[in-house]
């Protein structure tokens, strides 16, 4: 009682003194004690509520990868937007980009593209070859593999990585431990095949495969190998998604019943309708190799080979590329797998003239919708694209009790009718409006991004994260995650079984979209049907 009288006596006195020094400005004097009480409330109440929601507090701690052991030598195959940026992750960019990059930085202080790459873990790899079937992106990625001094033009240059004209030739090469696979998804099924026979550990870029047998092929080859497998969804590295599954771990949204994702772009860009390179001709590209997989071959085409997303004899658009996103962030926040069924609607409703196209149009859709049921879990998953409106809509994942928006970072709200968050609604400790939990990694300045389409992977934390409240590239830790495991032995986030599980799901629903009817997974006999 006696500390309980202290207490009392103890904020008596502080709220006498506010008071007192205040009293010489009546009207201000009042705001400002209103303001400090609002405050001390507001306090008391999200204590209580931390209390009672059991987060984890604080961002995750920066671990460097281990690279004890001997040096892994790496193999890269397709060495264009995505490969350059997978080349640039495990440590390796051409001088030239380097030196731009310190250039701007000397105009803008705000740009961090070289401090942020120098502050990448040293991962003790070598790229000793690459392929390319277009010389210029070859060449490029010789002068990075070079570049071993992480330097701008003038600073040291090693002994740069050969070149093959051919996967094959590079897959019986005694000097190559693993390959990252880049190409269009047309290969990557062959090429990941080869490799893990040939016993090098696979990287490959999602999407997985382009067609379903290619799902059960990949798997099957990856499973009688020892090699190590890593899809690359460098979302595995997102913080945000991270404490998504530990708020979902401590049944924070009670019983969830529908998930909301979504891709919405509006450039060119962002629709896959990349620029054409001036040097591209049919003495630069080899186009027969390239179009070797395919079942009807075509002329030489520098849109399908640059823009080759947009048809269906490379890629599964909006099904394999971005929806498979969405798909992975969501299963490693819910671990819900392969749904029962899919459907898919949707067209080319915006690029649909020549307008973009110089000798014909695209035919993979620019809206796409997909609606995959999990009766065994009780909830649906719905995703929805549009290449041609940018506003911003976060994934959202919503249960009985409450709902979660995720993107680079992640806000819960409690839900007015929740049976769970109840007696604290009614009690005005939780205000439906108002979120009960936020999470957003923190940062200093105002981060300086450089295009439209860099944003939106931004914003949806697949461009990078935060370590130790240090910004990371997502796709560095993914690959180191990848050579770690390489070194141990052990299995990384985004291995051959959650690829399976990516693999069949977007399979269902291209399969949807293509026979217009709804498609079925039979779990026992592991059937599309």
């Given at each position: 009682?006696?500390?309980?009288g202290?207490s009392?006596?103890?904020?008596?006195m502080?709220?006498?003194?506010?008071?007192?020094?205040?009293?010489?400005?009546?009207?201000?004097?009042?705001?400002a004690?209103?303001?400090?009480?609002?405050?001390?409330?507001?306090?008391?109440?999200?204590h209580?509520?931390?209390?009672?929601?059991?987060?984890?507090s604080?961002?995750?701690?920066?671990?460097?990868?281990?690279?004890?052991?001997?040096?892994?030598?790496?193999?890269?195959?397709g060495?264009?937007?995505?490969?350059?940026?997978?080349?640039?992750a495990?440590?390796?960019?051409?001088?030239?980009?380097?030196?731009?990059?310190?250039?701007?930085?000397?105009?803008?202080?705000?740009?961090?593209?070289?401090?942020?790459?120098?502050q990448?873990?040293?991962?003790?790899?070598?790229?000793?070859?690459?392929?390319?079937?277009?010389?210029?992106?070859?060449?490029?990625?010789?002068?990075?593999?070079?570049?071993?001094?992480?330097e701008?033009?003038?600073?040291?240059?090693?002994?740069?990585?050969?070149?093959?004209?051919?996967?094959?030739?590079?897959?019986?090469?005694?000097?190559?431990d693993?390959?990252?696979?880049?190409?269009?998804?047309?290969?990557?099924?062959?090429?990941?095949?080869?490799?893990?026979?040939a016993?090098?550990?696979?990287?490959?870029?999602?999407?997985?495969?382009r067609?379903?047998?290619?799902v059960?092929?990949?798997?099957?080859?990856?499973?009688?190998?020892?090699?190590?497998?890593?899809?690359?969804?460098?979302?595995?590295?997102?913080?945000s998604y991270i404490?998504?599954r530990?708020?979902?771990?401590?049944?924070?949204?009670g019983?969830?019943?529908?998930?909301?994702?979504?891709?919405?772009?509006?450039?060119?860009?962002?629709?896959?309708?990349?620029?054409?390179?001036?040097?591209?001709n049919?003495?630069?590209?080899?186009?027969?190799q390239?179009?070797?997989p395919?079942?009807?071959?075509?002329?030489f085409?520098p849109?399908?080979?640059?823009?080759?997303?947009?048809?269906?004899?490379?890629?599964?658009?909006?099904?394999?590329?971005?929806?498979?996103?969405?798909?992975?962030?969501i299963?490693?926040i819910l671990?819900?797998?392969?749904?029962?069924?899919?459907?898919?609607?949707?067209?080319?409703?915006?690029y649909?003239?020549?307008?973009?196209?110089?000798?014909?149009?695209?035919?993979?859709?620019d809206?796409?919708?997909?609606?995959?049921?999990?009766?065994?879990?009780?909830?649906?998953?719905?995703?929805?694209?549009?290449?041609a409106?940018n506003?911003?809509?976060?994934k959202?994942?919503?249960?009985?009790?409450?709902?979660?928006?995720?993107?680079?970072?992640?806000?819960?709200?409690?839900?007015?009718?929740?049976?769970?968050?109840?007696?604290?609604i009614?009690?005005?400790?939780i205000?439906?409006?108002?979120?009960?939990y936020?999470?957003?990694p923190?940062?200093?300045?105002?981060?300086?991004?450089?295009?439209?389409t860099?944003?939106?992977?931004?914003?949806?934390?697949?461009?990078?994260?935060?370590?130790?409240?240090?910004?990371?590239d997502?796709?560095?830790l993914?690959?180191?995650?990848?050579i770690e495991?390489?070194?141990?032995?052990?299995?990384?986030?985004?291995?051959?079984?959650?690829a399976?599980?990516?693999?069949?799901?977007?399979?269902?629903?291209?399969?949807?979209y293509?026979?217009n009817?709804?498609?079925?997974?039979?779990?026992?006999?592991?059937q599309?049907?």
């Amino acid at each position: 009682m006696a500390e309980k009288g202290n207490s009392e006596k103890g904020n008596h006195m502080n709220r006498r003194d506010v008071l007192k020094g205040l009293a010489t400005v009546p009207v201000l004097g009042a705001f400002a004690y209103g303001v400090w009480r609002k405050r001390r409330q507001d306090h008391i109440r999200n204590h209580r509520l931390a209390k009672e929601l059991n987060m984890s507090s604080g961002s995750l701690e920066h671990n460097p990868y281990k690279h004890d052991g001997d040096t892994i030598r790496l193999g890269i195959v397709g060495l264009g937007i995505r490969g350059t940026h997978l080349t640039k992750a495990a440590g390796f960019v051409p001088p030239q980009t380097i030196q731009e990059w310190k250039d701007a930085a000397e105009k803008d202080s705000r740009d961090k593209r070289y401090e942020d790459f120098l502050q990448q873990d040293d991962l003790n790899v070598e790229v000793k070859g690459v392929c390319d079937l277009f010389d210029i992106h070859a060449e490029r990625a010789l002068a990075a593999s070079a570049n071993i001094g992480r330097e701008g033009t003038g600073g040291t240059i090693g002994t740069s990585a050969k070149r093959y004209t051919t996967y094959q030739e590079m897959l019986a090469a005694d000097d190559i431990d693993a390959v990252i696979i880049a190409t269009p998804d047309h290969w990557h099924a062959r090429i990941a095949i080869d490799a893990a026979r040939a016993g090098k550990h696979v990287y490959v870029e999602k999407g997985f495969t382009r067609t379903l047998e290619e799902v059960y092929a990949v798997r099957e080859a990856i499973k009688e190998s020892d090699v190590v497998f890593q899809l690359g969804h460098q979302g595995r590295q997102t913080e945000s998604y991270i404490k998504a599954r530990e708020a979902v771990e401590k049944n924070l949204l009670g019983k969830i019943n529908l998930v909301e994702v979504c891709t919405n772009r509006n450039s060119p860009n962002g629709a896959w309708v990349y620029d054409i390179h001036p040097d591209a001709n049919g003495q630069t590209v080899d186009w027969t190799q390239f179009e070797e997989p395919c079942e009807v071959k075509h002329p030489f085409s520098p849109e399908r080979f640059f823009r080759w997303r947009c048809w269906w004899d490379y890629g599964t658009g909006l099904s394999g590329d971005l929806l498979t996103h969405e798909y992975d962030a969501i299963n490693q926040i819910l671990g819900m797998g392969i749904p029962e069924s899919a459907i898919s609607s949707g067209g080319v409703y915006f690029y649909k003239d020549k307008d973009h196209f110089v000798n014909e149009v695209r035919e993979v859709p620019d809206i796409w919708n997909t609606v995959l049921e999990y009766p065994h879990l009780d909830f649906t998953l719905m995703y929805s694209a549009t290449l041609a409106n940018n506003r911003n809509r976060g994934k959202m994942i919503m249960g009985h009790d409450g709902s979660m928006e995720i993107g680079n970072s992640l806000q819960i709200y409690a839900c007015q009718e929740s049976t769970r968050y109840k007696e604290k609604i009614q009690g005005g400790l939780i205000d439906p409006n108002l979120p009960i939990y936020t999470y957003i990694p923190g940062r200093k300045n105002v981060d300086s991004v450089a295009t439209a389409t860099e944003q939106y992977f931004a914003s949806r934390g697949l461009l990078y994260t935060y370590r130790g409240g240090r910004r990371v590239d997502t796709t560095h830790l993914h690959i180191a995650e990848w050579i770690e495991s390489i070194r141990e032995g052990k299995q990384p986030s985004c291995n051959i079984d959650q690829a399976f599980e990516e693999g069949i799901t977007a399979a269902m629903a291209t399969m949807a979209y293509k026979e217009n009817r709804m498609v079925s997974w039979d779990r026992d006999k592991e059937q599309v049907i």
